[in-house]
């Protein structure tokens, strides 16, 4: 049991961390562009 929720609050994790990285590059992409 406490492996499992040790997985799921990393996958949480891992989804939130792709999620700022999808952001940061768009924001540096858009600053290109300008």
Same mark, same amino acid.
């Given at each position: 049991?406490?492996?499992?929720?040790?997985?799921?609050?990393? &996958?949480? =994790?891992? /989804?939130?961390? &792709? *999620? *700022? =990285?999808? *952001?940061? /590059?768009?924001?540096?992409? *858009?600053?290109?562009?300008?």
């Amino acid at each position: 049991m406490d492996s499992i929720h040790c997985y799921k609050s990393v &996958d949480c =994790l891992m /989804k939130t961390a &792709d *999620q *700022q =990285l999808y *952001q940061a /590059k768009n924001q540096r992409d *858009q600053a290109c562009i300008q």
